[in-house]
């Protein structure tokens, strides 16, 4: 991909209304389970970006049919699970797409090899494979264990009682949990407290249930799912994307202008759409309506100390609210974001300091000491290939002249109309 560098021209005020592409997260799980389902799924508002097309284009490799229209996408499981790809299944730098798919790789009949980019292969996988490996997964390690390249002679997952280590991700739980009813028995399935953020782990839990999945609770860190099972089929819609929704938010806060995004609602899915609280502590006033939510930003934003472990996505975004803060903000039990698409600690503190904000990079977090850059930025900000770091480094701009995104081209990973959209903030009724 030609690599993109993006200036930023600042906005006195944003006024604008932003119709959100779907959930990146929910897309995901929603290709996965129709994948394993009895019949075809209607996605409407799917998010048809980087990492969802690898992931629909890997269940293709597997015999699924793929059929994506204007507004929505079909996919028919295929006939017999699974066909033998021709080759490796790459998956780009999608860290949803991989330990998601291992799981489902592993409940049928083929072999498989997984690999990715460079970075991707930086990316632990080791948790999932060994929680798989429980369940009778024949999985071997192709280069560097814990990491990709995996090959996977799949047999089908059996049943049984399978521990999972989901502190670093909670994806690693999500896919053996989406897993799981394929299994030729019933399955167990037990973690430790606390789960890396958890709240996709009852993403993941509600869309089951959604689909006619039976499982048991039993406490907070045990389900217990009858196996095997098939998802139902169904028509589904997926939320607007609340991660997406964030850099609007953002550009309001920051601004103190007005955003309104549609579709979410205040019964959503999604975890992050708790960012609007934090927003809320630094002084932004948020408004639910029928279809959306209206973010409107203060005269002056309010440091914030805040755990973000349930919401990791938002770091990024919040850092750059907190270095035009008038104080000393906190961001804490985030560790995890070491393991992203970048090392987000490293890649926010870095680009901070290109704003000329003092940042210190903790190794759980950040201390960003706010007030309004007093200068130009000292040269580009670059993105790391992360998409997050470019659209939340792009708000900056709109309070700050000069600010230039290297490797703008990222965020076709999660949202290719980033920029175009972007654009259109200082105009009313977009």
């Not at 035009?324 to 090392?343: M, P, T």
Request: aromatic share 6%; hydrophobic share 45%; charged share 20%.
């Amino acid at each position: 991909m030609t690599r993109l560098v993006k200036s930023i021209e600042p906005l006195s005020k944003v006024n604008a209304r932003i119709r959100l592409p779907g959930s990146k997260s929910i897309t995901h799980r929603a290709l996965m389970m129709a994948a394993l389902s009895e019949g075809p799924w209607e996605i409407a508002n799917p998010l048809r970006a980087e990492d969802t097309l690898i992931t629909a284009g890997a269940l293709e490799s597997l015999g699924a049919i793929v059929d994506w229209k204007e507004g929505s996408v079909c996919l028919r499981p295929p006939d017999r699970r699974w066909s033998t790809p021709r080759g490796p299944i790459l998956l780009g730098n999608s860290g949803t797409s991989t330990r998601l798919l291992l799981a489902l790789f592993s409940a049928g009949v083929a072999t498989f090899v997984m690999d990715g980019s460079p970075r991707l292969r930086q990316r632990p996988v080791g948790p999932a494979v060994e929680a798989l490996r429980e369940l009778g997964a024949v999985i071997s390690w192709l280069g560097e264990p814990g990491f990709l390249p995996v090959e996977i002679n799949s047999r089908g997952l059996g049943a049984g009682e399978v521990f999972v280590d989901a502190s670093k991700s909670s994806q690693f739980l999500s896919g053996i949990l989406i897993a799981a009813p394929a299994a030729l028995g019933p399955v167990r399935v037990r973690w430790s407290e606390p789960v890396a953020s958890r709240p996709y782990l009852e993403m993941t839990l509600g869309m089951m249930k959604d689909a006619g999945i039976r499982f048991e609770r039993h406490g907070s860190d045990t389900i217990e799912i009858p196996a095997p099972q098939a998802y139902a089929a169904r028509n589904f819609t997926v939320e607007g994307d609340c991660s997406t929704a964030s850099y609007f938010w953002g550009a309001a806060a920051l601004t103190g202008g007005e955003v309104f995004t549609s579709p979410v609602s205040c019964a959503s899915l999604q975890g992050d759409c708790r960012f609007l609280e934090v927003l809320a502590q630094m002084g932004c006033r948020v408004v639910w309506e029928d279809d959306g939510v209206r973010v409107l930003g203060p005269p002056r934003l309010s440091p914030v100390t805040v755990d973000m472990n349930e919401m990791p996505d938002m770091v990024p975004t919040l850092a750059v609210l907190c270095a035009f803060a008038e104080g000393v903000s906190r961001i804490e039990n985030v560790a995890h974001l070491r393991i992203k698409e970048s090392d987000r600690l490293y890649a926010v503190a870095c680009g901070l300091r290109v704003l000329g904000i003092e940042a210190r990079e903790l190794p759980d977090g950040l201390v960003i000491y706010g007030g309004a850059p007093a200068g130009a930025p000292a040269g580009p900000v670059e993105a790391f290939d992360d998409h997050r770091i470019a659209m939340a480094f792009a708000v900056a701009g709109l309070r700050l002249k000069g600010v230039v995104i290297d490797g703008a081209e990222s965020v076709s990973k999660s949202f290719p109309e980033f920029w175009e959209i972007f654009e259109t903030l200082g105009t009313e009724g977009h």
